[in-house]
């Protein structure tokens, strides 16, 4: 009897995976999210994305910042600047001028180049004449940099501008502009008339810089190193052509 009963039983391992084959199937539920856990996801997707794009205009706007903050910000004392710096800078004023074949042009237009300036009536006496010819002189002295720089005569009467001088003007930008208007923007040193200087003015339009009075060839090779390192400052974001 005995024996009998034990032939009944299986084996030890046959009857642990039949007994395991008797229990229902063990189902892993994963509930979906609220629509407030959502709605949390995507704000923090948002989120991210936005400082990434931050992160990536940063990266772009550095070498400008940077490039503006050491010329203008830091100033080391010891720096030789032969020119003297205007603080604050003063923006090009929205003026309209009248070039030479009189046709409406604003000054703001001139923006997105380096402009070196020099003001006089249209009768242009020696003085005038001499700072036309270090204006074009230094921007070719500038070599292959001389694109990223304009030269402009900014005409301050309504005397007209004689024709013996026109063709040496081809390449300038000659532009008649009310004086009030003009003396709110550029100014002397004192005891200058506004005619005596040259002034620089940086691509986004801002009256940075006064050169000294009377430039003779020594002052002009001083000038020259100035617009050079003006240059090389801004060489990152400023590029020849408007």
Avoid at 93 to 119: C, F, I, N, T, Y
Wanted: aromatic share 6%; glycine share 8%.
């Amino acid at each position: 009897m005995s024996g009998s009963n034990l032939s009944d039983v299986p084996p030890f391992g046959a009857s642990r995976a039949m007994a395991e084959a008797d229990q229902p199937l063990g189902l892993t539920v994963h509930s979906l999210p609220s629509p407030a856990e959502a709605a949390s996801g995507a704000v923090q997707r948002t989120r991210s994305g936005r400082l990434k794009m931050l992160l990536v205009v940063l990266i772009c706007a550095a070498p400008v910042v940077a490039s503006y903050f050491t010329y203008y910000v830091l100033r080391p004392e010891g720096r030789s600047v032969f020119g003297e710096l205007i603080d604050p800078q003063r923006p090009l004023p929205d003026l309209v001028a009248q070039g030479l074949d009189g046709q409406p042009v604003r000054l703001p237009s001139l923006k997105g180049q380096w402009l070196l300036v020099s003001v006089a009536g249209g009768e242009c006496d020696a003085a005038c004449e001499r700072n036309l010819y270090l204006q074009r002189q230094l921007r070719e002295s500038l070599g292959k940099e001389k694109d990223r720089v304009d030269w402009v005569w900014l005409v301050n009467d309504g005397v007209p501008v004689r024709e013996a001088l026109r063709p040496a003007l081809q390449s300038a930008a000659v532009l008649r502009v009310d004086p009030a208007g003009l003396a709110q923007w550029l100014a002397p040193a004192a005891g200058q008339p506004l005619s005596a200087h040259l002034y620089i003015v940086d691509p986004m339009g801002n009256w940075m810089m006064r050169l000294p009075p009377a430039l003779d060839a020594a002052g002009a090779a001083k000038a020259k190193r100035d617009i050079e390192r003006l240059l090389r400052a801004s060489s990152s974001w400023d590029n020849a052509g408007r």
